[in-house]
């Protein structure tokens, strides 16, 4: 399945799911049962529907610029010799960027999802009594191995013809900037090729899912003492973000249609869902015992994702790789730049 089509599933089972939780909040004698905390905050300084509105439009905007400059970055950077694929700059941009994803799958999405699984406006049965948010990230990893594993195996398949010879596919040529083991042969450059663009599709999954969530939070909230900070934390978030996203897309050697979905889908996923928060901010609630576990579930499952895709897809196949693994000296400075990345958005969880 191409990943355009399962981009639109998922958007559309957030849209279900969200709607199901503002449809099933409680109302009336069910809303007075529930503790003061979970109750839907109206008043304080910091709460404004106009001033928050007009937050929300400036990040819609912001966020909308940054992430498509973050993801468009690397692809224009054959242009611009200082980032071309073959330097050692751009080793070190995407290292960076990789560290930027890690964190956000350890700092910021499955924070978030435990916040939410064990909240006291939920039944104490069974969310207190089990750790759903790190099985559901442990599972979540696991299936994604597994759609690696078969989407790679499916991509392999259908390269072949019907009598097993090689598929002379005219797209099916290697990029001598990979981060993979550089080895010699057709099927050799042809298998690398599909690595990148599973790579690429998966990752591109994980962080949809992700945004579109931590949009609608912020949409559905009138809290302008929360959403100040966090239009600049979620630019800062998406630009490096898309710059590690735009690394892989350009290593899968994409035609310019695919190139432009995986952007544009990049893009707009976290302003869409802001949109999507501001139209049901009159009735969501996000204390609720349905939202919580909608939310905290799909940032389980981005986490799990986001993390397996960090580690295994970005920064085990480049410091294995034999680029780094013949540079001693890029290596350390490679792994410096990780630590930047992943210490600069973990502090970005200070506020976000």
Known sequence: MKTNHLLIIFLLIIFTTVTQSHATEPTGQESKALPEECQKATGGPCHSKAGSLKLKLIAIAAILVTSMMGVTLPLVSKSVPALHPDTKLFVLVKAFASGVILATGYMHVLPDSFECLTSVCLPEKPWSKFPFTTFIAMMSAVGTLMIDSY??????????????????????????????????????????????????????????????????????????????????????????????????????????????????????????????????????????????????????????????????????????????????????????????GAGGMSVMAIWA
């Open 151 to 340: 989407m790679m195996s499916g991509f392999k398949k259908y390269s072949r013809t019907d009598n097993g010879s090689k598929n002379p596919d005219p797209e099916m040529k290697i990029m001598g900037h990979c981060h993979g083991d550089v080895t010699s042969g057709v099927d050799d450059h042809a298998s690398q090729l599909r690595r990148y663009r599973v790579v690429a599709q998966v990752l591109e999954l994980g962080i949809v899912v992700h945004s579109v969530v931590i949009g609608l939070s912020m949409g559905a909230s009138d809290n302008m003492c929360t959403i100040r900070p966090l239009v600049a934390a979620l630019c800062f978030h998406q630009f490096f973000e898309g710059m590690g996203l735009g690394g892989c897309i350009l290593q899968a050697d994409y035609e310019m249609k695919m190139k432009g979905i995986l952007v544009f889908f990049f893009s707009v996923t976290t302003p869409l869902g802001i949109a999507l928060g501001i139209l049901l901010s009159n009735g969501y609630q996000e204390n609720s015992p349905a939202a919580l576990v909608v939310v905290g579930v799909l940032n389980a499952v981005s986490a799990g994702l986001l993390n397996y895709m960090a580690l295994v897809d970005l920064l085990a196949a480049d410091f294995l790789g034999k680029r780094l693994q013949d540079d001693m000296k890029l290596q350390a400075i490679a792994y410096l730049a990780v630590l930047l």
